[in-house]
């Protein structure tokens, strides 16, 4: 990491967000935002996500010293579904009816991104990634074994590519990072934006 790049902080609690960007060289802090999701409204689903992204990283910008170059990224991700947006399930019920009515269809994962910059060069900048994905059709014992392991319960959308449900994800388009919560390109732009260039970033020998 360059000697003068700024602190990078994740607003999220999310480990598949920490591990995407630890994969990709990166090693954020993680300060967990204390915002109340079910209290925001919006036109649409990736209004939504990106609203919700944005009071998280502004949340977490306020408990930050406002004077130390410090990058905080807010995300928030839901699967748009017949127009409805789908985060985690409440209840294996909930994750089992859900799998029932997505096997063999298309949905679309939204994440919302907001990154607030601290220090000596302030600003924020956002933007939203969606990335279409196809799911198989699974059977009733797929499903009802799946929604056992207790994984979809712990996803937004009720699935995951980087885990158990891999295999119930024929294909996806759009950049595959986004359908794990966080978009590494989208993110590389907004970093951008800031004055910030995503190598200097970067923790390697």
């Known amino acids: 990491m360059a000697a003068d790049a700024p602190r990078l902080v994740l607003a999220s609690a999310s480990p598949a ?32 996500v990106l609203a919700l992204a944005t009071a998280k990283a502004a949340s977490v910008a ?22 409805e947006p ?15 009515s997505m096997r063999g269809r298309v949905g679309h994962l939204h994440t919302g991104h907001h990154v607030v910059r601290l220090g000596p060069s302030p600003g924020s900048t956002s933007g939203v990634a969606t990335t279409e994905v196809r799911f198989a059709e699974v059977s009733d014992a797929e499903i009802a074994a799946y929604v056992a392991t207790g994984e979809p319960e712990r996803v937004a959308g009720a699935f995951t590519i980087d885990g158990l449900g891999g295999a119930f994800v024929t294909a996806v388009s759009g950049d595959p990072h986004n359908v794990v919560g966080i978009s590494l390109p989208l993110l590389r732009g907004l970093f951008a934006g800031l004055g910030v260039s995503w190598h200097t970033l970067w923790r390697v020998p």
Do not use: H, I, M, Y
Not at 63 to 83: F, I, K, N, Q
Not at 89 to 99: D, V
């Open 86 to 100: 789908l985060g985690k399930p409440a209840s294996p019920a909930e994750a089992t009816q859900r799998w029932r």
């Open 17 to 48: 967000r920490l591990e995407t960007l630890t994969r990709a060289g990166l090693a954020p802090e993680v300060v967990v935002s204390d915002v109340d999701e079910d209290a925001f409204a919006a036109a649409d689903v990736p209004a939504l």
């Open 62 to 83: 306020a408990r930050l010293p406002a004077g130390v170059d410090t990058l905080v990224v807010g995300c928030d991700s839901l699967l748009e579904l017949d127009g």
